[in-house]
Every structure is written in structure tokens, then in C-alpha cells.
């Protein structure tokens, strides 16, 4: 069977490395980050060129199932996999990571509410963790910020009182307590990603009582199956393959 993983997260690196051995195993990157982490089997990156150009590359590669396990805010590419994977009758899962219970998180529904709710509870010293594409929203507010992203980000895409922090996860509790201790942080701002890589966060500043605004997921397409862990991913490929002998 040949397999495209729809890749981005560690879901999808150790689902093709368990694949990989028994499968012909294609791994597609969008190709934001610089030196990402290799995964086993095949790598291709860039972006398709939206569901007619997806459809066209399962088609040309004869991709028999597919495994959106893309980061669960990824929802342009969620989409176009949906549809051009019902379009085409290719065998398609969704792999998402359980999101992160949101406690007492403010929990807003986009990055413009949730920098509407930071100027409203007049928070002046923020940390800003949910991603450079998030950053537009903040950047006229007049607070401060610590700004955690993966990749750099230029100048004029950053709000005016600001400290820029690149680094990737995972993170401890002393890191993350000692981060927002150092930098007086008020509140935190992140996605719900889900996952232990990035989880820290959410401990220290229960920790230490800081207020969390929480962006929601993106909804997920309808009518896709769709599992939380690797384990389930790995059956699902391997019933197929079971059926199609
Ligand atoms: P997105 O908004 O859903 O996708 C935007 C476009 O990027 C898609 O239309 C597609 O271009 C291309 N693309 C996205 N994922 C791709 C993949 N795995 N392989 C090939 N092309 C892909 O995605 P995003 O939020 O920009 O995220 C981009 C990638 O970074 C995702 O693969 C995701 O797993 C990873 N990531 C995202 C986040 C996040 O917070 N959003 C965090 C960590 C990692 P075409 O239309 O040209 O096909």
C-alpha cells in the first residue's frame, strides 16, 4: 500500500516511523520550518497547490490511504484532504492529538479574541504562544510582549514593546515557571494544541496563578474518521492493508 502522511506534528514523524518498515511511506511537509526532523520513509515538501493540486498528486502517485496527522490549527490542508479524498474515494483518517482540557482558561475562538480579551482585562505584560500567525492580531496593542515562535519573524510583523524568544519544545515546568517569573508575565496566550511537548506552560502558570486565554481548535471536517493516537492510526492502516490482501 502506498501511504501519504500529511505531516507537521510528532504524530506524524512516529506514525511513519512505525510504518515505514511494512508500507511505502510518503511524508508531506508544508515546509515552514527550516531543518525540520526527518521522518522515515519518503519526504516531499511544499504545498500541493489547494485540493485540485492534492488530488492531481494522489492521483500521479498512486496513494492508496491517507493520514491527515497535521498539526490540529492546520485546517486549510485538513480541508482540501477531505474533499479531494471524497472526491477520489481514497481511504482517508484524521490523527489528532486530545486537546488540552481548558480548566480555567479563558478559551476564545481566534486570535482577535483573544488579543479583545487581554486589552480587556487590562493585562500589560503578555506571553504570546500561539504562533506567528496569531502575532498580526496583537500588533497594535500597546502592551508588552514575550513572544515565543519557531522560526523568525520580521521586524515589522511584530508589535512595538516586545522581546522575541525562538526556540521549539518540549519544555519543562522549572523552563516554563522560570520564563514567566523572569519576564513578570500577567497572563498566557496559546492554541490548544494538546500534546506533552508543549504542556509545560499550562502547569507553571497554575503554578504561579496566571490567567490563561485559550484559542480553540478549528472545527474538523465532517464525515472523516477520525482517531486521537498513533496506536489507532497504525491499526487503521494495517486493517486496510489486511482487507485489500
Ligand atoms: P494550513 O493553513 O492548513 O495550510 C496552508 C497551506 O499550506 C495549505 O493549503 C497547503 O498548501 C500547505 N500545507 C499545509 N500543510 C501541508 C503539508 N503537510 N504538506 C504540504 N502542504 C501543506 O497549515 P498551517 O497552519 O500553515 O501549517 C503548515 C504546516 O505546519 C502543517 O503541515 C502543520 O502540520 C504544521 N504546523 C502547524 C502549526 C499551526 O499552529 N498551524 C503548528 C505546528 C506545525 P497548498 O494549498 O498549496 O497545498
Given at each position: 500500500m502506498k501511504i501519504l502522511i500529511l505531516g507537521g506534528s510528532a504524530e506524524a514523524r512516529e506514525l511513519a516511523e512505525r510504518l515505514a518498515p511494512r508500507f511505502d511511506v510518503t511524508t508531506s511537509l508544508a515546509g515552514r520550518v527550516r531543518n525540520p526532523a526527518v521522518p522515515a520513509g519518503e519526504l516531499r515538501i511544499g504545498g500541493f497547490g489547494g485540493e485540485a493540486g492534492l488530488r492531481k498528486w494522489l492521483l500521479d502517485n498512486n496513494i492508496d490511504a491517507v493520514v491527515d496527522a497535521t498539526h490540529p490549527f492546520a485546517a486549510t490542508i485538513t480541508e482540501n484532504a477531505a474533499a479531494a479524498c471524497a472526491r477520489l474515494g481514497i481511504p482517508h483518517l484524521i490523527l489528532r492529538r486530545p486537546p488540552w482540557p481548558a480548566g480555567d482558561a479563558t478559551v476564545v475562538c481566534s486570535a482577535a479574541e483573544a488579543k479583545d480579551t487581554v486589552v480587556a482585562q487590562g493585562f500589560s505584560r503578555v506571553f504570546l504562544t500561539s504562533g506567528r500567525s496569531s502575532i498580526g492580531a496583537f500588533l497594535f496593542s500597546d502592551a508588552w510582549f514575550l513572544i515565543r515562535v519557531v522560526e523568525p519573524v520580521p521586524a515589522d510583523e511584530l508589535p512595538e514593546r516586545h522581546h522575541l524568544l525562538l526556540s521549539r519544545g518540549p519544555y519543562s515546568l522549572e523552563e516554563e515557571t522560570d520564563l514567566m517569573r523572569q519576564y513578570e508575565i500577567e497572563v498566557l496566550v496559546t492554541k490548544?494544541?494538546?500534546?506533552?511537548?508543549?504542556?509545560?506552560k499550562l502547569e507553571a502558570a497554575a503554578v504561579l496563578g496566571i490567567p490563561v486565554v485559550m484559542i480553540d481548535r478549528p472545527a474538523l471536517p465532517e464525515k472523516v474518521r477520525t482517531v486521537s493516537t498513533v496506536d489507532e492510526a497504525q491499526r487503521w492502516v494495517t486493517e486496510r492493508d489486511t482487507a485489500e490482501a
Open positions: 490548544n494544541s494538546g500534546g506533552t511537548m508543549t504542556s509545560a
